[in-house]
């Protein structure tokens, strides 16, 4: 096994780990799993997978849960995802 495979495996884990902390009610756990997600991909150069980035918030790192955390509305051919902290992302649909 090469690095880049290690590395993407503990990405994927490290995102299931975020999900269940935000289930339990752990931000805080889930943002030390998404920032150390986002580390490994920077030093390996590798980009996150889609999964990864479209539910995790760029400003404060915690995994996004539609309905618990983050609130999810649909305009004109795009998503808009807005998190608890104000940030918001838009996604494209058709």
């Known amino acids: 096994m090469d690095t880049a495979t290690i590395a ?9 780990l975020a999900r269940e902390a935000t289930v339990a009610g752990r ?14 991909a920077e030093r390996n150069r590798l980009s996150l997978p889609v999964e990864f ?20 509305r649909l305009q004109d051919g795009h998503v808009v995802v ?6 918001q992302a838009r996604y494209p649909y058709e």
Do not use: H, W
């Open 8 to 16: 993407r495996e503990r990405i994927e884990r490290l995102r299931e």
């Open 27 to 40: 931000p805080d756990r889930s943002r030390r799993y998404v920032r150390r997600a986002r580390r490994i």
């Open 53 to 72: 980035t479209r539910f995790t918030c760029d400003r404060c790192d915690v995994y996004l849960r539609p309905g618990d955390n983050a609130r999810v």
């Open 82 to 87: 807005t998190c608890d902290c104000g940030q």
